[in-house]
């Protein structure tokens, strides 16, 4: 009990923004729609597996009958040595037909349900990648790999033998059906007395097992996030000497994953159990009054035999349709996952007559915009602003003030919720949104370096570059000079998220990446503020020359990268409160003054 309530406290020091479990009745809709992955190969794999499938079936319901009715009745009854010898070499055949046809089918379904698994997670993470960023902003990363790599994984087992073993068992089934009345009318129905009360209490169960697995899907989504955040923030947790609480809150979520699954899986275990039972209460039924129909002689020892036969498989397809049920809870669980992120769609997107962005000089301009990420947060309020092409503009304020916002509207990471953010006249709800991006680069302060070589990373915005190009960007910043001195200058693997190298170097690259993209206009946001100040001013002599004929957006604390800035606006709680350049706004004493004395103080006190 203490040990509960002390994981309840962590939980609440810790804060994850988690999904929902998705409460809707079975949707045969959405079946249909999962099936659809199965198109591509509705001419080769599909129907080569559901013809070995045909073959298994036909065998299997054909061995019976000739085992019973035509070897022990017939044959052996009526001492016929040469169709019993015909009939054992049938027999054999039709073991051989089967093996082959069991190998095959084992193969190309296989080979279908990966083919179908590839599809989706394909189409999953592209879809991923085209959402707005209001999407991520809303869900942890450790989320959106669950949905990506847990959830498809869980159809495996469905595409794989789910779907053609359903085919199978049904195909199965009804022929089973089929021969039994044919042999017996009397006999199976009294062995089908059970079915009804076994279809109830199975159909009870239903819900409760798909819910379960809902559960499940929202506790490994909830352990994924916190062991991402974990990894990510490994650092500040040792700082702050906070491994402890964090392995207890990882104890909390890992014992609350283990113990749906253990839920769920109780749950599947009573289904085949079940089954079982009720075979057993069938072959009872079954060996009572098949015994009286023979000695009345209403039915013959050989159908008897048959009839068991087919009795025997009639419960080994309830049972397996019981575990298909099962993955198809277990897959509808996890569908549901997937296809509400694949219905979700981009706040930003290309309109249908949206045109492609020819080169731009430049200008940008806002008129009346207002943005709010939400109803509460009201980010921009009425800016209207000009920055003409090729001018360096800077954006200044506190926290908070709407100078980041302004960044993601001009590359259309969002859109205004009113009036119009424009290039060079043009309203950027206009035209494609890769058109507009193509000319445009983006520094953060948080620069992000991906696992490859140096050179892969610098060319990252421009991959046709040849290695001329890339040298000559990182040149022209002052990368060059580092980057000759790692092992292997430029084909050095760097790891994830560059760890080999410094704050410094990693901001360098990002630079060295924008600059060789060649954009016409080129947004730093706080770029400089994780550099010292030798390198800052590497930076400032280099961007002097490469920022010509530009436009060039700097958000900026540190006021003195911002000084020789053509035109500089100062935010202050999403409204535009001063601009004008430099010298104009000192002159103003008024908040950029202010901002800049109090700066003067702060480093004079250092």
Do not use: C
């Not at 059906?177 to 129905?189: G, K, Q």
């Not at 749950?267 to 000695?295: C, D, S």
Request: aromatic share 8%; charged share 20%.
């Amino acid at each position: 009990m203490k040990k509960k309530q002390e994981q309840s406290t962590i939980q609440k020091r810790f804060h994850y923004s988690s999904d929902q479990v998705i409460d809707k009745s079975f949707n045969w809709e959405q079946l249909w729609r999962l099936l659809t992955y199965l198109k591509p190969y509705s001419k080769s794999l599909l129907p080569l597996s559901i013809i070995t499938v045909i073959i298994n079936t036909a065998v299997r319901l054909a061995i019976p009958i000739l085992i019973g009715v035509y070897t022990l009745d017939k044959a052996i009854r009526q001492k016929d040595g040469n169709l019993l010898f015909i009939l054992v070499g049938v027999i054999a055949g039709l073991y051989i037909l089967n093996y082959i046809a069991n190998v095959l089918r084992i193969r190309w379904m296989n080979m279908l349900g990966q083919g179908v698994i590839y599809d989706l997670r394909k189409h999953l993470f592209s879809h991923v990648q085209g959402l707005s960023h209001r999407f991520f902003d809303q869900r942890s990363g450790g989320s959106i790999l669950v949905r990506i790599m847990n959830d498809i994984n869980s159809l495996q087992e469905l595409f794989t033998n789910g779907v053609i073993n359903l085919l199978m068992d049904m195909i199965l089934l009804i022929g089973i059906i089929v021969i039994l009345f044919t042999l017996s009318p009397e006999l199976t129905l009294a062995v089908m007395v059970i079915l009804p009360i076994m279809f109830f209490i199975s159909t009870s169960l239903r819900k409760n097992i798909r819910r379960s697995w809902q559960v499940v899907r929202l506790k490994q989504a909830k352990l994924n996030s916190h062991l991402n955040e974990s990894i990510q923030g490994i650092r500040i947790t040792q700082a702050f000497t906070q491994e402890k609480e964090n392995m207890e809150y990882f104890d909390g979520v890992n014992t609350e994953t283990f113990d749906s699954w253990q839920t769920a899986t109780k749950k599947n275990a009573m289904f085949r159990p079940f089954v079982e039972l009720t075979n057993a209460v069938g072959t009872a039924v079954l060996i009572w009054y098949g015994v009286h129909l023979i000695q009345s002689g209403s039915l013959e020892l050989g159908e008897f035999v048959s009839f068991a036969f087919y009795l025997g498989m009639f419960w080994e397809p309830i049972s397996r349709l019981g575990q298909v049920y099962n993955q198809l809870l277990i897959g509808m669980a996890s569908s549901e996952r997937i296809f509400e992120f694949l219905d979700e769609q981009p706040i930003v997107n290309d309109k249908d007559n949206a045109n492609e962005l020819k080169q731009i000089k430049g200008h940008i301009s806002f008129e009346n915009v207002d943005f709010a990420y939400d109803e509460e947060r009201k980010a921009l309020k009425g800016i209207s602003l000009e920055m003409g092409a090729g001018q360096t503009v800077a954006l200044v304020g506190h926290t908070g003030s709407g100078k980041t916002t302004i960044a993601n509207l001009i590359s259309r990471f969002y859109d205004p919720t009113a009036g119009k953010v424009k290039i060079d006249g043009i309203d950027l709800r206009d035209v494609t949104v890769a058109s507009l991006r193509n000319q445009i680069s983006i520094v953060l302060q948080d620069t992000f370096i991906f696992s490859g070589t140096i050179k892969e990373n610098i060319r990252f915005g421009r991959p046709d570059a040849s290695d001329e190009e890339v040298i000559e960007a990182a040149k022209a910043i002052g990368a060059d000079e580092f980057i000759q001195k790692l092992p292997k200058g430029y084909d050095t693997e760097v790891e994830e998220r560059g760890n080999i190298l410094s704050v410094g170097e990693r901001q360098l690259l990002s630079f060295a990446r924008a600059l060789l993209a060649d954009p016409r206009i080129i947004i730093l946001d706080e770029a400089t503020a994780s550099i010292d100040t030798e390198t800052e001013v590497k930076i400032q002599s280099a961007l002097k020359r490469l920022l010509s004929g530009r436009t060039a957006i700097i958000i900026a604390h540190r006021l003195s990268t911002i000084r020789e800035s053509d035109n500089i606006f100062v935010l202050d709680h999403g409204e535009i409160i001063e601009k004008g350049n430099h010298d104009s706004l000192m002159d103003q004493q008024g908040e950029y003054y202010e901002l800049v004395k109090a700066q003067f103080r702060m480093l004079e006190a250092i």
